[in-house]
């Protein structure tokens, strides 16, 4: 016996305007810009909305302390490090080259302002320091950098320093900086506030932070800027309008105008073109199922996380939702247990698919309800 019934199709929308577009994307293409790597993607749902070459393996310059900063964050988050303990200052962390937050050599500095200074004065010298008080030593925090990468599923990296200055096999892709663009916003959101703010004074010394978007954009709060000669200009930036986020990588760029220019036409681009939308939240009742030999006659089933689409703009009215869920629900039934999928497409097109969970338990009933059960 099939213990699937056929799929119920679910109305998730009564009336909406349907888009001026063909059914499977946006009428309008992607902006030209004046660099060949880049990548466009939606913060809920990982939709790519625009992308070149996002495998491409390239030096990240300062991109590098957005990975320091993720190792850095879940030091802070475990409570193996206290963002007002004083990190001691190394000579080596003092002598380091490029950009600086002019720390002084065998002095302590608080984690808070060597944060803000490697992420706002993007300070060589600031992701030394920590990297040392967080790891031990450099070679040890490069290894917490590679692990987390790892981790993270970004598998076209590899690290070799906490700054970003040239190193053989040091590098990333647009597309790897996205994903840990992501997991910073998501796991550390305390900490990505930091990203927004627009200069930071350490040391009598004050200094703008490199994100011209903060300036340009209001929807823009991050993130950071990278350039050696080797990397050229580069930036992840994200952005949120309306609830919707959008991250935003851009490497080798020639000069920092054709840097912001382009960043800021792919942004404008993905908010003016697509929408995204939450068909589910997390617990909501989708059906109330049948039960056979409970001490209820029904359960609730849902799914356990929020459900988001990114599509076209204005084509909300054609997604559609269906639900394969088990034919027969038996007691004992558990909250949490998986009975089926929710699926979701646009236009016929799979979009997103979640397990169909049990949201209300259901005892195991008495001799009756098993009788009446086995009467129906």
């Known amino acids: 016996m099939n213990r699937w019934r056929d799929a119920v199709i679910l109305c998730v929308v009564t009336a909406f305007s349907t888009a001026a577009f063909a059914a499977d994307g946006p009428a309008t293409l992607p902006p030209k810009v004046d660099f060949n790597t880049y990548h ?8 790519v909305l625009a992308s070149n070459d996002a495998d491409e393996q390239l030096p990240p310059a300062s991109l590098t302390k957005l990975m320091t900063a993720y190792v850095v964050f879940g030091a802070l988050k475990s409570g193996r490090i206290r ?13 380091q080259s490029g950009t600086r937050m002019f720390i002084e050599p065998n002095s302590r500095v608080a984690v808070d302002d ?20 967080v790891g031990g030593s450099v070679d040890e925090f490069v290894l917490q950098m590679n692990a987390a990468a790892k981790r993270l599923g970004m598998n076209h990296s590899q690290w070799r320093n906490p700054h970003g200055l040239p190193a053989k096999d040091h590098y990333t892709t647009a597309h790897d900086l996205a994903i840990l663009a992501k997991a910073i916003i998501s796991e550390f959101p305390d900490y990505y506030r ?11 010394i004050t200094q703008q932070n490199r994100n011209q978007l903060l300036w340009r954009d209001p929807s823009v709060d991050g993130m950071k800027t990278g350039h050696t000669s080797a990397a050229g200009y ?5 952005a949120e309008r309306n609830g919707m986020r959008l991250i935003a990588v851009v490497l080798g760029a020639q000069s920092p105008r054709q840097r912001n220019d382009g960043a800021k036409k792919l942004l404008d681009y993905g908010f003016a073109n697509y929408e995204t939308r939450k068909v589910y939240s ?6 109330a199922a049948p039960v056979i030999g409970g001490d209820a006659e029904f359960a609730g089933v849902g799914t356990a996380a929020d459900i988001f689409v990114t599509i076209p703009r204005g084509g909300f009215s054609l997604l559609q939702a269906s639900m394969d869920r088990l034919q027969e629900l038996a007691a004992p039934l558990v909250p949490g247990a998986t009975v089926g999928s929710v699926n979701v497409s646009f236009s016929g097109h799979p979009l997103a698919s979640a397990p169909l969970v049990v949201l209300t338990g259901v005892a195991e009933g008495g001799v009756w309800s098993r009788l009446k059960s086995a009467l129906k």
Not at 282 to 287: H, L, P, S
């Open 40 to 47: 466009l993607v939606d913060f809920a749902t990982d939709t």
């Open 83 to 95: 963002i007002d303990d004083q990190a001691p200052v190394s000579v080596k962390a003092w002598r």
């Open 114 to 133: 060597l944060v803000h200074g490697m992420l706002i004065q993007s300070g060589n010298d600031a992701s030394v320091a920590l990297a040392e008080f």
């Open 194 to 204: 930091l990203y927004s703010e627009r200069e930071f004074s350490y040391n009598g």
């Open 234 to 238: 580069c930036l992840v930036s994200s």
């Open 282 to 287: 997390a617990g909501q009742q989708i059906e």
